[in-house]
Structure formats: C-alpha cells, structure tokens
C-alpha cells in the first residue's frame, strides 16, 4: 500500500521512519474507522489544537467527535507521539496527514 504520511508536534514537522509511519497510519486509521458514520480512510487530516480539541477530516468529510470520543482520540496521539525523536515537551498540537 502506497500512502504518504506527515505529521507536525508543536508545529514543529517530525521525521518518520517506516515502522512509526505504519504504525501511526494503523493505529490512527483503526481508531477512526471505528467510529460512527465512518469508513474506509483513504485521506485522512487531524489536528488537535492547543485547547486539546480534536477535529477530524476523513476522505473529505467533516467528523465530528462527542467528549468521550475527542478524549480517547487526543490522548492516545499524544501518548503515540511523545516519545518520538524531535518531540520535548507535551504535546500541545499535533497535526497528522494520511493519504492512502
């Protein structure tokens, strides 16, 4: 499968090797896809800003999130992410891109 990944803590962009870049795109792709009204994702932009919200595009539809779900969505990237290299500090933004 052929798919680009970016993704951007503290807007500051990280580097990715294979193994963080698959396991951020199954991980990521499994929790969103498990969502109500979702699918597939083939394109897929999320942003956690610094008030913790997290707003979720899949394939170009706005998802929205209940508290729960904005929860468990936000502190597992974030618990994903902190140990990265580049990554000091708490996450306070991220953003994450995955087109497939």
Known sequence: MTRKISL?????????DYFVAGYLDHVTGGIISSLKGTGEV??????????????????????PLNFFANEIVRSTLAGMVAPLKGVTG???TLELKIAR
Do not use: F, P, Q, W
């Open 8 to 16: 951007s803590v503290n807007d500051k962009a990280t580097d990715l």
């Open 42 to 63: 083939n394109d897929l932009e999320l942003d956690i800003d610094g008030d913790g919200t997290v707003t979720v595009i899949l394939n170009g539809a706005d998802i």
């Open 90 to 92: 708490a996450v306070e």
